[in-house]
């Protein structure tokens, strides 16, 4: 089918530079969350209208196969839909959605479309009926009031509230915008659209009662979920479609036997993938594209994005696991690893399994082979750590010269003291030793034991300075 998308709009009580169908939702834009529902319609063809910043909405989707048009000036719903007619393929329906209407479930607009093509006859052709997704308000101010015709069956017509007789103000069905219609009748009442009324504007709701008056049926379907239909015209309404969003990946979660200590207080902004067992305390968030593997926990006030968490695996309480944007190449973490609390995890770290990062650690660029512990205050970066190291509290890699960066390597059965710096280049050979509080700044050959020299001394009678009394 044809779909066409309503962005011209300027979101002016946004109070935002940022285009309003760019602010997200569940951290995606609110365009982004109408265009991949549209996409999973069969052979859609997606035209979204943009007007005002409309380059910068137009450059943050570089999918080839969108086509784009300009609205300016914006002189109402229907003269939107007139810009994009050029596109519209007779043969197929067309569907109208807005693109700051963000939470539309796809079986709403199968509903709709079936509706629209229900609606033949033997006297009409299949698919020429025009079907509007309504829904019932206790509170219809500022939406288009739903008239309907004698017997309750069809549209008469809908009417702005700005247009509207005080009696049909009292009318609780409203219009949420989203329609399907017949193409080449659409493009017909178009047309014939007037500017005619109390806002000066071209009503796309008027070709309801155009359709009336070509014979065509007005039907009408309710979605199964208010907030299906709700749009954003201000932050507060962002904020509240915010928490719906994240109300609905909770529930998901929950069917799907993720423990959620609280569903209120779980982000997920991004795509979060959850075995069997798994827990997640409150106050955590979920960015970008998280697996969590079966019988891993995660403890309260964690931060993940992009990450692989393995089977078992403990991430205790405000850890901050960062992936970084690029998808391909998330942090992984192994089967039964314990990290935190406070751990800090960059772009790059790969952990074993059994690992241990304790807190006050941060690993960037890093793999820690299995069983390997560092437990506390430690810097590991641009580091290959071998298999059941123990790096000891306070040590650094020091893999920056000023200039480049450079790779510290630590082979299997290492022990690391307390307070070491490791000064990379540099390789700690497998079985060896590195003593307390040493600068590592050549290689140390397996099984030694690496100590600088250092003296330590003993002055008798020594005396700790005293305060001067004051003037
Ligand atoms: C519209 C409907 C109203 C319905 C309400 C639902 C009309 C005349 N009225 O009202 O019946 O209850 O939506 O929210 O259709 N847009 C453009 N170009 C324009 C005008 C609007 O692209 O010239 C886009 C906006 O960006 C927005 C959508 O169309 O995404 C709806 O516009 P808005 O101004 O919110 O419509 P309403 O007057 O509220
Ligand atoms: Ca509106």
């Known amino acids: 089918m044809n779909v066409v998308v309503l962005a011209a709009g300027m979101g002016k009580r946004m109070h935002s530079d940022l285009p309003k169908v760019l602010h997200r939702i569940a951290g995606r ?16 063809r997606i035209t979204v209208v943009i007007g005002h910043r409309g380059e910068r909405v137009r450059e943050a989707f570089p999918d080839p196969s969108l086509r784009w048009v300009t609205q300016e000036p914006q002189l109402g719903t229907g003269h939107a839909v007139q810009q994009a007619v050029a596109h519209l393929d007779d043969d197929v329906p067309t569907l109208v959605l807005y693109g700051d209407v963000p939470l539309t479930r796809i079986d709403t ?25 309504t829904v019932m308000m206790n509170d219809p101010t500022g939406y288009g009031r739903i ?26 069905e409203i219009n949420t915008g989203i329609l399907v219609a017949p193409t080449s009748a659409l493009k017909r009442w178009l047309r014939r659209l007037s500017n005619n009324n109390a806002q000066g504007e071209y009503y796309l709701t008027d070709i309801v009662a155009l359709a009336n008056a ?27 479609l915010e928490r719906q969003a994240q109300r609905n990946y909770a529930d998901a979660l929950l069917a799907a036997g993720v423990t959620l200590a609280d569903p209120a207080r779980v982000d997920v902004r991004g795509a979060l ?5 798994v827990a997640i305390d409150v106050g955590c968030v979920f960015e970008g594209r ?7 926990s995660i403890g309260p006030y964690v931060v993940i994005r992009n990450a692989h968490i393995a089977k078992g695996a403990r991430i205790e309480a405000f850890t901050h696991i960062d992936g970084g944007a690029d998808l391909a190449s998330p942090i992984e973490i192994g089967s039964g690893a314990i990290v935190g609390p406070y751990a800090r995890l960059r772009p790059g770290a790969r952990l074993g399994s059994g690992v241990h990062v304790g807190n ?17 205050l430690t810097y590991l970066g641009d580091a290959t750590i071998g298999a059941r190291v123990n790096v000891g509290a306070g040590t650094i ?33 497998a079985g060896s030793t590195v003593g307390a509080g040493t600068t590592v700044w050549k290689d140390v050959p397996p099984g030694t034991l690496a100590l600088n020299d250092k003296t330590q001394v003993a002055k008798d009678g020594w005396k700790r300075p005293v305060k001067k009394p004051k003037p």
Not at 29 to 44: E, Y
Not at 109 to 133: K, W
Not at 273 to 277: I, K, L, Q
Not at 290 to 296: E, Q
Request: hydrophobic share 40%.
């Open 397 to 429: 890699t020091c893999n920056y010269d000023g200039a480049n960066k450079h790779r510290t390597t630590i082979e299997d059965d290492v022990h690391i003291g307390s307070d070491v710096q490791l000064v990379a280049p540099v390789t700690v050979g």
């Open 29 to 44: 834009s609110m365009l982004a969350h109408v265009i991949d529902t549209a996409k999973a319609l069969p052979d859609a």
């Open 214 to 240: 070509d014979g065509v049926p007005v039907l009408a379907t309710q979605p199964s979920f208010v907030w299906e239909t709700i749009g954003v015209n201000s932050k507060g309404q962002l904020a509240e």
């Open 147 to 172: 008239v309907r015709s004698p017997d309750g069956k069809t549209l008469a017509a809908i009417v702005e509230e700005k247009d509207a007789t005080a009696e049909q103000r009292a009318i609780r």
């Open 290 to 296: 998280v697996r969590i593997d079966d019988g891993a």
């Open 360 to 376: 006050f650690v941060e690993v960037k660029n890093s793999v820690v082979g299995n069983d390997s512990k560092a437990n506390h």
């Open 109 to 133: 607009l199968r509903g709709l479309s079936e509706l629209a093509a229900e609606g033949s006859d033997s006297a009409r052709p299949a698919g020429s009926a025009l079907a509007v997704l």
């Open 273 to 277: 993938e959850c075995g069997r067992d």
